[in-house]
């Protein structure tokens, strides 16, 4: 418990855990939140007083008057604790002259001095003599009642384990039961799972990087099926089916993928579930296996949902106060669903089935929740902490709080899952471009038996293949009624509280009738529809009433819609996706969704609807700042640049095509000098452009709406927080609103005397009556929230020149004061005395991109040479599109993969997987291949070097480079060591704590004779070294008492008031009032790591180290992570990490983006990436020059990295040494 609390020094402010203070100096004062020892001078938190641990020096934390319902003592009844030890005794050998404590506390003058006291103590059962005075115990199965003297029965099954499933408490006893499908064991407490059918054993599914992996548990790989990136996966045993989340060819194009597994030997009939909703940023999901539903968990946009059987219809399930939602368990039997929230709170949840109840169940001491599994049976919730490395446990009602095991055995876990009496984990390693992961099992009662099942690349979730996993019931409220509706809804269905109850959904757009089955179709002709991200969504709502009801179909599985617009007489919503770099648009039944523009945009910030003209306008925020306009049909064929330059960040845009005049904000980034933002207008046609409105209070003007008949045009400015109106015709100004509830509004509309605007940051969406000044919150969104517009086709009449026939146009009719103007697109020019458009023979479009770079479809440029190369480097695929790339071929001295990736030919049959697919390793390929002459041919076709053969390694993976007639020579006992497998290695790399003979049992870690090995017999450690008491793990002894738990039971950090010892001076920095050691890396990085401050004191102010990490504009000791910047949470306290955050659309950047609080913006790149010398593009990262693996010769093709041998050397299996020929 010491160690834990220890680890969470880091995380004080976040969790509220006040750490106690061990200095000589401590305050004599104690915070209302901490209880002072009886010396008077050190202060603990209140939480640590009578948890079983003696925190104080004196130990009054845990004395008897202040703890008169503990144990005060983590032995069991009847037992007596050696203090300072983890030994506990039976009371019966106290005074028994026999020493069992290791300092003789058990016996002593006091046996003789206060045994007569134990006659006349009257106790029940018998007496035992302490150095405190008698004391009263009980036979086995009993405990001292209240008072200290009579006995009472003792409740076995109060204690964790004591039963692996049913516990029954007797007189004096206990039984152990199991449920039905469970055989009881020879133990009478652990109970085994029938298999169903007989001949069916379980198997755990582990998905990875590249497979769904099925093993049997004692590691034995069966089979597998091919995936791609895969973390996500779950099972349904009635259907003999698994179902995993596939990364496709796409950018960001997950399936969710279903096979059979026929007789448990083998994956079949593997298909594709179309999902109705984006599962870009899932990276976990459960199945309801009663019903068929897939639950989901998207830790990016925030929320949990929830698709039905057959992918149509999906809803969310919650999509508040979750931060980073990450690991998903269900048990359907009951009606919960369980999951983990790594965010600003991190907790454990539950809530019912159809997310109603939600409930926290753990919110304190942890971090980073990952892995969650359930125990069905007793109804138990096992959680991984992959920061704090333990996996605990408690009930389903949060209750009962145990943990199963900590320290580096476990770190790193990921997914996590529970069979019989084990638990099993992907723990995985990051530190390296392609990270292993072992896969784990511990005994969740007995930590000591621990096991690494068998290792893969990069483990995701896994879980065990048993019908006892999903248990079925007879019938369930979701069953299909007699027309084969799923609980009688239209709809979905979900389980609600019990598998008894249900809940009927509709799918977007739709609402529930008031038979709580039927979806009704909104009809609606009047509401407000607004966009958002996190997810990307476009939705209508009430005009008047705070519903949640849907007032169109909303349009789905966007990024960032920034910018809409509405076209009534076609029922179009038109919309820009900044991130996605397009413009589309979609009815509002739900209809026609298509992308009208996707060439040759940049930053869309503004979209508007010339209903008589049939065009649409838009403004571009990229670097030439421009006015558009297109056709609202045949859009990308005739768009035509109105205006370009002579603008700062153009945004909002309005028509008036009544009286032929445009209008758009154009805000300025800071109030310097003579900076305003402006209003701007020019006629429809981009001529007589000017600034039409400007002053003081005119900086951030975002959102802006235009009421033609009362001739009045609105703004509202971000920046000075303020709705303003102007008449057109008399540029009259007046403030319509400036309250409280302006903080960052982005988006206005109007109607009537009623003004709505949103809350960029908040999430908020108001009315506001422009007379009376009340304000009316609306609906409160999931930030960001982006553009909002009044859907009244009431706004959309009148006529002009352009109404009838086009004004005689044949593409472009552009209305202008009382009259028009005909116009053709970019590419073409209209012929001098007609109406006409012709190609333009001299138009050459402008580059995207600079030469030697190619120009992506979503805009972005990237080096010729990464195109057809089998990476997505444009991030949309495009770079590898099968039109392009269909006759892309590869240099001589290189492979071509079917991905079209170009790998060097030595790499060709070599045991890696360079394409990709295995491609290069298959088979086909390699059966074809001929060896050079220093290398050895596998009969898998594998070549390797001919140094390999014949040294019980099984490099070919077939075992031909190991054939029977290999003459393996006798090892030299003066110098070399005879490994179980037989092989031969330098006496002096036996015990030096690597496994050198390469088998499994390590055998040169293990001998007998091996002074060194890492687990000895009691005392058999070294005199610089600790052993930890459960398994004998000797680790260096300034570890102990460090802060950090390297024991598994916790040793090394027990007992470690007054001790002293040096730090590790290389990786180590020693607080000074403390014992503890904490890393190099957290001195001077604004926490407070240390109880005393001392690794905060005497910093330079150098700002942060950490990758991508930023100080506060008025506080260089904090430093924020990525995450915290924009997060609508003010982590710095002017709040400068929220501010500027539209600046990253105007960045330039290459890849991503994030703020510099109180500076401007900073690139960043993706994993494998490094921003280049102009700061924003990124570029390859030099592995070989960075990351010194290899002995010798370090060849980097693109993201891939090998070692090699200089002439006369030879690569050793390990890939990375060389050693001499």
């Not at 049997?216 to 045993?237: C, E, N």
């Not at 179709?521 to 009801?549: C, T």
Request: hydrophobic share 30%; aromatic share 8%; proline share 6%.
């Amino acid at each position: 418990m010491w160690a834990m609390r220890l680890l969470f020094l880091g995380f004080v402010l976040s969790l509220g855990v006040l750490a106690p203070v061990r200095a000589i100096d401590a305050p004599k004062t104690c915070s209302s939140k901490q209880f002072v020892c009886k010396d008077q001078v050190t202060c603990i938190s209140k939480g640590w007083c009578c948890d079983g641990e003696k925190d104080c020096p004196d130990g009054s934390d845990e004395a008897p008057d202040i703890c008169h319902h503990s144990h005060g003592s983590q032995c069991p009844p009847n037992e007596f604790d050696c203090r300072g030890t983890d030994v506990c005794i039976h009371l019966s050998k106290l005074c028994d002259g026999v020493p069992d404590c290791s300092d003789g506390r058990d016996e002593g003058a006091h046996c003789r001095e206060l045994r007569p006291n134990c006659t006349t103590h009257g106790c029940q059962y018998k007496c035992a003599v302490t150095a405190a005075g008698p004391k009263c115990y009980c036979k086995n199965g009993y405990e001292v009642a209240e008072y200290g003297k009579m006995c009472k029965d003792f409740n076995e099954c109060a204690v964790y384990g004591t039963c692996s499933q049913n516990c029954t408490n007797l007189d004096g006893s206990y039984t152990c039961t199991c449920v039905e499908g469970y055989l009881s064991q020879p133990d009478n407490r652990s109970c085994k799972a029938k298999n169903v059918p007989v001949e069916r054993p379980p198997l755990l599914l582990i998905a990875n990087s590249q497979s769904i992996q099925a093993t049997h548990l004692s590691g034995l790989l069966p089979f597998s099926v091919p995936t791609k990136q895969t973390t996500a996966m779950d099972f349904i045993y009635a259907e003999e089916t698994v179902c995993w989340i596939h990364m496709g060819d796409g950018p960001g194009n997950k399936q969710l993928k279903c096979a059979k597994i026929s007789n448990a030997k083998l994956f079949t009939d593997v298909r594709v579930v179309n999902i109705s909703l984006s599962l870009h940023h899932v990276e976990q999901m459960a199945i309801d296996w009663l019903t068929g539903n897939f639950y989901f968990v998207d830790d990016m946009d925030d929320r949990i949902f929830v698709c039905s059987k057959d992918g149509s219809t999906c809803v969310t399930l919650l999509d508040q106060e979750l931060y980073n939602p990450k690991a998903i368990a269900l048990d359907p039997t009951m009606g919960k669903v369980f999951f983990t929230d790594y965010g600003q709170i991190p907790k454990v949840e539950r809530c019912d089935m159809d997310g109603q109840n939600r409930t926290k169940l753990v919110d304190s001491k942890i971090v980073f929740p990952h892995g969650i599994t359930l125990d069905l049976v007793s109804r138990l919730v096992y959680w991984a902490d992959a920061y704090l490395d333990y996996i605990e446990v408690v009930d389903y009602e949060g209750r009962n709080r145990h943990t199963i095991i900590q320290g580096l055995l476990i770190e790193h876990l990921y997914g996590l899952t529970v069979f019989e009496n084990y638990l099993y984990a992907t723990n995985s390693d990051n530190a390296n471009m392609q990270p292993k992961t072992s896969v784990i099992r511990v005994n969740r009662f007995n930590r000591s038996d621990f096991h690494v099942v068998t290792r893969v690349d990069k483990g995701g979730a896994l879980h065990v293949y048993h019908q006892r996993r999903q248990p079925p019931v007879r019938s369930h409220a979701c069953a299909p009624d007699q027309h084969e509706k799923p609980g009688g809804c239209s709809d979905m269905c979900l389980l609600g509280n019990s598998h008894k109850t249900r809940t009927c959904r509709c799918r977007s757009g739709f609402s529930l009738g008031s038979d709580g089955k039927s979806c009704k179709k909104p009809d609606h002709e009047l509401f407000l529809v607004y966009g958002k991200g996190r997810p990307g969504i476009i939705r209508g709502m009430d005009l008047n009433a705070k519903v949640p009801d849907e007032y169109m179909i909303p349009i789905e599985n966007l990024m960032n819609p920034r910018a809409l617009d509405f076209h009534a007489e076609t029922e179009f919503i038109y919309f820009a996706d900044a991130t996605n770099y397009l413009i589309g648009r979609q009815k509002i039944d739900g209809t026609r969704r298509e992308t009208i523009i996707k060439q040759g945009i940049h930053t869309v910030e503004g979209v508007a609807v010339d209903w008589m003209g049939k065009n649409l306008y838009w403004t571009d925020d990229g670097p030439k700042k421009t006015i558009n306009v297109a056709r609202l049909e045949k859009s990308s064929q005739t768009r035509k640049t109105l205006i370009e330059g002579g603008m700062t960040h153009p945004r909002a845009i309005v028509v008036d095509p009544q009286n032929g005049w445009m209008y758009w904000t154009d805000w300025e980034e800071e109030p310097t000098g003579t900076n305003r933002g402006s209003i701007k207008r020019a006629w429809m046609d981009g001529t007589n452009p000017g600034v039409f409105l400007t002053g003081k209070t005119v900086l951030w003007p975002n959102g802006l709406t235009l009421d033609i008949p009362q001739g009045i045009l609105y703004w509202v400015d971000a920046y000075y927080d303020r709705i303003e109106m102007v008449f057109i015709n008399t540029t009259e100004r007046k403030t319509v609103y400036d309250g409280p509830e302006l903080a960052h509004a982005f988006g206005l509309s109007h109607y009537k005397n009623f003004l709505f605007w949103n809350e960029y940051r908040g999430g908020e969406i108001y009315k506001v009556n422009r007379d009376t000044k009340n304000v009316t919150l609306l609906r409160v969104e999931r930030p960001p929230i982006y553009e909002i517009r009044t859907y009244d086709a009431q706004q959309q009449q009148g006529s002009n020149k352009c109404r009838v026939n086009n004004g005689g146009c044949s593409s472009l009719c552009l209305a202008i004061p009382n009259d028009r103007t005909c116009h053709c697109p970019d590419d073409q020019i209209l012929e001098p005395y007609n109406n006409t458009c012709h190609a333009n023979p001299s138009y050459q479009p402008p580059p995207q991109c600079q030469p030697g770079e190619f120009a992506c479809e979503n805009s972005r440029c990237i080096q010729e040479r990464w195109k057809c190369d089998g990476d997505n480097d444009c991030l949309d695929n495009s770079d590898e599109s099968p039109d392009l790339c269909h006759q892309h071929t590869c240099p001589s001295d290189r492979f071509k993969c079917d991905n079209n990736r170009c790998i060097p030919l030595r790499w060709v049959c070599d045991g890696d997987n360079d394409c990709g697919n295995n491609e290069d390793e298959s088979n086909t390929t390699c059966s074809a291949r001929t060896c050079p002459p220093n290398q050895f041919a596998c009969a898998s076709g594998r070549c390797i070097p001919q140094s390999w053969t014949c040294d019980l390694d099984d490099d070919c993976g077939d075992r031909s480079d190991e054939p029977a007639s290999c003459a393996y020579p006798t090892c030299f006992p003066l110098t070399q060591f005879t490994c179980n497998n037989g092989r031969c290695i330098n006496i002096n790399w036996r015990c030096d704590n690597d496994n050198d003979c390469g088998d499994n049992n390590h055998s040169d870690e293990t001998h007998a004779n091996c002074t060194n090995q890492a687990t000895r017999p009691p005392g058999g450690c070294h005199t610089d070294e600790f052993q930890c008491r459960m398994d004998g793990l000797c680790i260096p002894m300034r570890w102990r008492c460090d802060g950090d738990t390297d024991c598994m039971d916790l040793s090394d950090e027990k007992n470690c008031e007054g001790v002293t010892h040096m730090c590790d001076p290389g990786a180590k920095f020693g607080c000074k009032d403390s014992a503890r050691c904490i890393s190099k890396t957290w001195v001077c990085d604004g926490d407070s790591d240390c109880e005393d401050n001392s690794d905060e004191e005497n910093c330079e102010p150098l700002g942060c180290t950490a990758l991508h990490h930023v100080v506060c504009a008025n506080n260089d000791t904090i430093c924020l992570p990525p995450e915290k910047l924009c997060n609508n949470v003010n982590d710095c306290p002017d709040g400068s990490d929220e501010e500027l955050c539209d600046l990253c659309l105007l960045s330039g950047c290459s890849h991503n983006c994030s703020i510099a609080p109180g500076e401007g913006i900073m690139c960043l790149c993706p994993v494998g990436m490094e921003v280049g010398p102009d700061n924003k593009t990124c570029q390859i990262q030099s592995f070989c020059a960075k990351h010194l693996k290899c002995s010798q010769r370090c060849i980097q093709d693109k993201f891939n990295v090998k070692c090699a041998c200089y002439e006369g050397w030879a690569l050793d299996t390990d890939k990375e040494s060389c050693y001499s020929t």
